[in-house]
């Protein structure tokens, strides 16, 4: 079974009802978007109605509205040497966090200025389904909560410090590295002490500086009579994960955390160039033989 269907399957049991689906992904980074596009695509292809709020604007499909972030600040990544963002130093790997706080508070900033998202405030119609990306803000997750819809989180990597909390999802730092070190899952005793120090300190920054971001955010929106986002992405349902664990080590995971790695690959394509070399008398048996 492809990985699309098993993870279509994963958001919504197959009962023969259509559902209406908004998916957010408000982050500029290309690599936080694209992944999740083939999901939206595949729900609307499946009869669902799907809007898919972003950056950027995909192949257009029956059934998928695609709602564009307005960037006057130039702020879309589209293509971007990752190196350039791989800290140099043992110090700057520990604030890596700080600047992924920075963005976040960057994304809510640049998202609630955007003539969609002002729109999307406004809309008095009703979802089913909110799909929305747990990365480093949350302070769009109250949209769940205003379209009393089910809220399904996702990653475009491994889930967060602070994402595994919402699910119980067991993040021993004994054995389980943090997303930013590179360690592996046999660390020495001092490699435990630092990954631990990291993950206290990642906590720390979380709880008290990007959810009272958040917090800050939300209610200027959304207003005080709204729950705490603290609460409404703590009644998510499920995350879906682009990790696996070849790459990124195994680990325990609940029921709940579905790893989905890959889900946006589509399958391979025949080669016209090489097959018709390939299917050229002669050539296939002595290349194969």
Same mark, same amino acid.
């Given at each position: 079974?492809?990985?699309?269907?098993?993870?279509?399957?994963?958001?919504?049991?197959?009962?023969?009802?259509? @559902?209406?689906?908004?998916? %957010?992904?408000?982050?500029?980074?290309?690599?936080?978007?694209?992944?999740?596009?083939?999901?939206?695509?595949?729900?609307? #292809?499946?009869g669902h109605q799907v809007t898919f709020v972003s950056h950027y604007e995909f192949a257009k499909i029956a059934g998928?509205?695609?709602?564009?972030?307005?960037?006057?600040?130039? #702020?879309?990544?589209?293509?971007?040497?990752?190196?350039?963002?791989?800290?140099?130093? /043992?110090?700057?790997?520990? #604030?890596?966090?700080?600047?992924?706080?920075?963005?976040?508070? &960057?994304?809510? @900033?640049?998202?609630? +200025?955007?003539?969609?998202?002002?729109?999307?405030?406004?809309?008095?119609?009703?979802?089913?389904?909110?799909?929305?990306?747990?990365?480093?803000?949350?302070?769009?997750?109250?949209?769940?909560? &205003?379209?009393?819809?089910?809220?399904?989180?996702?990653?475009?990597?491994?889930?967060?410090?602070?994402?595994?909390?919402?699910?119980?999802?067991?993040?021993?730092? +004994?054995?389980? !590295?943090?997303?930013?070190?590179?360690?592996?899952?046999?660390?020495?005793?001092?490699?435990?002490?630092?990954?631990?120090?990291?993950?206290?300190?990642?906590?720390?920054?979380?709880?008290?500086?990007?959810?009272?971001?958040?917090?800050?955010?939300?209610?200027?929106?959304?207003?005080?009579?709204? !729950? +705490?986002?603290?609460?409404?992405?703590?009644?998510? +349902?499920? %995350? #879906?994960?682009?990790?696996?664990?070849?790459?990124?080590?195994? /680990? !325990?995971?609940?029921?709940?955390?579905?790893?989905?790695?890959?889900?946006?690959?589509?399958?391979? &394509?025949? %080669? !016209?160039?090489?097959?018709?070399?390939?299917?050229?008398?002669? @050539?296939?048996?002595?290349?194969?033989?």
């Open positions: 079974m492809k990985m699309w269907v098993a993870t279509v399957l994963v958001v919504i049991i197959a009962s023969g009802h259509f @559902y209406k689906i908004l998916g %957010l992904f408000p982050d500029a980074a290309k690599s936080h978007v694209g992944p999740f596009f083939p999901l939206m695509r595949a729900l609307a #292809l499946k998928l509205e695609q709602l564009v972030i307005d960037n006057p600040n130039g #702020l879309v990544m589209d293509v971007l040497n990752v190196s350039a963002f791989v800290p140099k130093t /043992r110090f700057g790997t520990y #604030l890596s966090n700080v600047m992924l706080a920075y963005n976040g508070w &960057k994304t809510c @900033y640049e998202g609630f +200025s955007s003539p969609t998202f002002r729109d999307l405030l406004n809309r008095d119609d009703t979802f089913d389904i909110v799909i929305l990306e747990f990365f480093n803000t949350d302070c769009f997750a109250p949209f769940a909560f &205003k379209f009393q819809a089910v809220l399904v989180g996702v990653s475009s990597c491994l889930p967060m410090h602070w994402t595994n909390e919402r699910f119980a999802n067991v993040y021993n730092p +004994s054995y389980i !590295p943090f997303a930013q070190m590179d360690f592996s899952d046999r660390m020495t005793f001092w490699e435990r002490v630092e990954n631990t120090v990291v993950g206290v300190f990642n906590e720390v920054l979380f709880n008290y500086l990007v959810r009272w971001n958040d917090e800050r955010i939300a209610r200027t929106h959304f207003g005080e009579s709204f !729950p +705490s986002v603290g609460e409404i992405v703590n009644n998510v +349902s499920v %995350l #879906l994960t682009n990790a696996h664990f070849s790459l990124n080590l195994a /680990r !325990p995971e609940v029921p709940q955390v579905v790893e989905v790695g890959g889900m946006h690959i589509e399958g391979a &394509k025949k %080669l !016209p160039q090489v097959g018709a070399f390939l299917d050229f008398d002669g @050539y296939r048996s002595q290349i194969v033989g």
